[in-house]
């Protein structure tokens, strides 16, 4: 069974920019999840999608968006790219509902560079 | 508010000795709890989790962890350390009143010197 993929694995933008990241999540899941990593912040949760709806939301900016299609790949979208927002974007997937003690999988992360 | 605590930003432990990584939780709800582990430029990679029951839970890898509800804490071990361990441990809960979202500890860089 496939794990969890993430396109790209690094990029480098340009403040004010825009980044679109993708993730395929594993075969049978429907619950896609999105977290930051910084040095400074640590792992800090961004937004959760279960069959194409935003389930739940971190404490981000509007500039950070997502959305989830009904094969239940995901994207998430930052716009007018900042320095700060330089970090690995990591996608875990579950199964879906009633997954409060199933494990989420992570795919191996988006490295952003803003410059 | 949920939160996670894991006091030692780094554990430094020599090859076959014991390890334990610390972790605390507060959650409003019962605690569905997790430890991870990251190596460089890699994703997390599942270790364990307890759910309820028994307050020893195994894992992968020869790690195990014990819950202890009356000190909120849920502490990463194993008896016996080896160099590919050294990586960085994340701890993180579930709060049954968050749905899916993992809240993370600070994370703990664990280094086994030979």
């Known amino acids: 069974k496939a794990g969890v993929t993430q396109t790209p694995r690094y990029l480098i933008k340009t403040r004010g920019q825009q980044v679109t990241l993708s993730c395929s999540p594993i075969s049978g899941h429907r619950s896609v999840s999105w977290y930051q990593q910084t040095p400074g912040q640590g792992l800090q949760f961004l937004f959760e999608?279960?069959?194409?709806?935003?389930?739940n939301k971190g404490n981000f900016p509007g500039r950070f968006s997502g959305r989830q299609f009904s094969n239940s790949r995901s994207e998430m979208n930052v716009s007018t790219l900042e320095l700060g927002d330089s970090a690995l974007y990591l996608c875990?997937?579950?199964?879906?509902?009633?997954?409060?003690?199933?494990?989420?999988?992570f795919g191996q992360g988006t490295r952003l560079t803003v410059v | 508010a949920q939160s996670v605590a894991q006091p030692e930003d780094q554990v430094n432990v020599a090859e076959g000795n014991p390890l334990t990584v610390k972790c605390t939780y507060s959650?409003?709800?019962?605690?569905?709890l997790f430890w991870y582990v990251q190596y460089p430029n890699r994703g997390l990679q599942f270790l364990l989790k307890?759910?309820?029951?028994?307050?020893l839970v195994k894992g992968s890898y020869g790690f195990e962890a014990e819950f202890n509800k009356s000190q909120t804490s849920f502490h990463l071990k194993k008896p016996s350390a080896l160099v590919s361990d050294s990586a960085l441990y994340f701890c993180a809960v579930r709060d049954e009143n968050q749905g899916g979202k993992l809240i993370f500890g600070q994370g703990t860089e664990l280094s086994v010197k030979p």
């Open positions: 999608y279960f069959s194409e709806t935003q389930r």
């Open positions: 875990a997937s579950s199964p879906g509902q009633g997954t409060l003690a199933t494990e989420a999988f």
């Open positions: 307890y759910i309820t029951g028994d307050n």
């Open positions: 959650v409003s709800g019962n605690p569905y």
